[in-house]
């Protein structure tokens, strides 16, 4: 189970940090994504970190804004979004892939919404 959590209004220009804390075994080995939804578009990447070789993708609309990170010890992925744009306004969702190489991403937490004020 995914508990997302961390959205709120903020102005352009803002940050924000998005957790998400993950029950279950395993979650040392897993890989984790966020992914978001904006009204009437389709859900994409934003940003994943994979277990297998660390490899860490970033969509390239939120490279050198956007961290994700990850804390075994509290079994929690995190995304530290900064330079917040309107365009970023978008429901949040953390997802979990238990192969651990970032790819086939089958759980999903029940989303954030982050709003961006121009």
């Known amino acids: 189970q995914l508990q997302a959590s961390g959205g709120g209004l903020v102005q352009a220009g803002g940050s924000l940090r998005l957790s998400c804390v993950v029950s279950g075994r395993g979650f040392s080995t897993h890989a984790y994504g966020w992914f978001r939804q904006a009204p009437g578009k389709e859900r994409e990447s934003v940003a994943t970190?994979?277990?297998?070789?660390?490899?860490?993708y970033y969509a390239d609309s939120v490279k050198g804004r956007f961290t994700i990170s990850r804390d075994d010890a509290k079994n929690t992925v995190y995304l530290q979004m900064n330079s917040l744009k309107p365009e970023d306004t978008a429901v949040y969702y953390c997802?979990?892939?238990?192969?651990?190489?970032?790819?086939?991403?089958?759980?999903w937490g029940q989303g954030t919404l982050v709003t961006v004020s121009s």
């Open positions: 997802a979990v892939d238990e192969t651990g190489w970032g790819h086939s991403f089958g759980s």
């Open positions: 970190i994979a277990w297998i070789g660390g490899r860490i």
